[in-house]
């Protein structure tokens, strides 16, 4: 069977030709006569993938020297908690902006370790819009400040950031990573989960900027306290060789490309295929505000349940998968990460007119 288009929100569809090379190296990696699986996280071939894929991946985002890149496991929901673990350590206080269940889960894993100021929400009309910011309901004491810089569930997406001034900006990047270029020097902290845009599930990115390195708060676990992972360079335990390798093969994949601002290019073009069509659709609609739409996850609607039912199965029967939406948006969501060809979207689009022309 062939591949399918694969629209997954996460994890999500991979570079065939990363799939390819990892199959190709599968059993005996370079020189080393084994697999990347089976090697010591201590081996100088395990140091040049971890090491080069920290390399990559900085030239990628342009990250300033003065940010540390960890490679952690736990997944973005790990960074909920250790976000405040290591930075509510001033006023224990911090702002978080509820623009989805991601943002919801984190602010309420923070309350846990202080007090959680809610500056603004998008709940009351199912987080189809980024609030619009007052800087003066912002916490000039907070520890930090933090946002969903894309929200996969909804779609939608900020185009502009919040000016916190000296509070330090932490944002969660899972399915926004690569996909356009982010100024990371306007960030105290950064984190993603690998398997939206970078790579398989298993392995958390952390950016964070090497000030805020200060240990975790007492009785913190070792394992969750951004000192320790810094100090010994993401090697204080068995870091997830075989996920940051996979990472490694597509941070290079991306750069070949042209990095992200060629991808970016790429990324604008896909959406607006999507974007351009459902705008025009007396079938289909697009759920989020335009304003604030997401270039990686488009949620969108027929008029009736059974029409939402009956175009995922048929689009399946077609070989374009995993366009359910989320339980609490329903219908159809689209994620066009990097890794979806624009002739994947141009496709999807044409079944799309196809199903319009026969049901409505
Ligand atoms: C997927 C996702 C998460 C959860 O990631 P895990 O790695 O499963 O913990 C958190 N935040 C955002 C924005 C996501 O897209």
């Known amino acids: 069977m062939a591949r399918v288009y694969n629209f997954s929100a996460g994890p999500s569809m991979?570079?065939?030709?990363?799939?390819?090379?990892?199959?190709?190296?599968?059993?005996?990696?370079?020189s080393a006569g084994m697999s990347v699986m089976?090697?010591?996280?201590?081996?100088?071939?395990?140091?040049?993938?971890?090491?080069g894929a920290e390399a990559t991946l900085r030239e990628l985002m342009h990250i300033p020297d003065n940010y540390k890149v960890l490679f952690?496991?736990?997944?973005?929901?790990?960074?909920?908690?250790?976000?405040?673990?290591?930075?509510?350590?001033?006023?224990?206080?911090a702002d978080f902006v509820i623009t989805g269940q991601w943002a919801k889960k984190a602010a309420s894993e923070a309350?846990?370790?202080?007090?959680?100021?809610?500056?603004?929400?998008?709940?009351?009309?199912?987080?189809?819009?980024i609030p619009k910011l007052d800087p003066a309901t912002f916490d000039k004491e907070a520890d930090f400040f933090h946002i969903t810089l894309n929200n996969t569930i909804y779609?939608?997406?900020?185009?502009?950031?919040?000016?916190?001034?000296?509070?330090?900006?932490?944002?969660?990047?899972?399915?926004?990573?690569?996909?356009?270029?982010?100024?990371?020097?306007?960030?105290?902290?950064?984190?993603?989960?690998?398997?939206?845009?970078?790579?398989?599930?298993?392995?958390?990115?952390?950016?964070?900027?090497?000030?805020?390195i200060t240990g975790a708060i007492e009785g913190t676990p070792t394992m969750f306290d951004y000192?320790?992972?810094?100090?010994?360079?993401?090697?204080?335990?068995?870091?997830?060789?075989?996920?940051?390798?996979?990472?490694?093969?597509?941070?290079?994949?991306?750069?070949?490309?042209?990095?992200?601002?060629?991808?970016?290019?790429?990324n604008k073009k896909k959406a607006a295929i999507l974007y351009d069509f459902l705008d025009q659709s007396k079938l289909f609609t697009g759920t989020v505000v335009p304003e604030d739409r997401s270039l990686m996850n488009v949620p969108f609607v027929c008029p009736t349940e059974e029409l939402n039912a009956q175009f995922i199965k048929e689009a399946k029967a077609a070989g374009f998968v995993n366009l359910k939406g989320h339980r609490t948006v329903g219908g159809m969501r689209a994620s066009i990460y990097n890794a979806m060809p624009v002739e994947g979207v141009e496709k999807l689009v044409a079944f799309m007119r196809d199903f319009e022309a026969k049901n409505s």
């Open 227 to 266: 000192k320790i992972h810094a100090d010994n360079g993401s090697m204080y335990n068995t870091p997830p060789t075989y996920a940051i390798y996979i990472c490694k093969l597509v941070f290079e994949w991306l750069k070949n490309l042209g990095g992200v601002e060629a991808m970016y290019e790429i």
């Open 155 to 212: 779609g939608t997406r900020y185009t502009t950031l919040p000016d916190t001034g000296n509070v330090p900006l932490v944002a969660d990047i899972s399915s926004i990573v690569l996909s356009e270029p982010i100024d990371v020097s306007k960030f105290g902290l950064l984190y993603a989960g690998a398997q939206k845009n970078m790579g398989p599930a298993g392995v958390t990115v952390v950016i964070i900027r090497e000030d805020l």
């Open 14 to 30: 991979l570079p065939e030709d990363v799939l390819k090379r990892a199959a190709a190296e599968m059993t005996e990696y370079g």
């Open 38 to 51: 089976e090697m010591s996280h201590r081996s100088p071939a395990f140091e040049e993938i971890i090491q």
């Open 72 to 93: 952690l496991q736990g997944g973005a929901s790990s960074q909920f908690a250790m976000v405040p673990l290591n930075l509510m350590k001033g006023s224990k206080k």
């Open 111 to 129: 309350e846990k370790f202080g007090t959680v100021n809610r500056v603004a929400s998008s709940a009351d009309k199912t987080f189809s819009y």
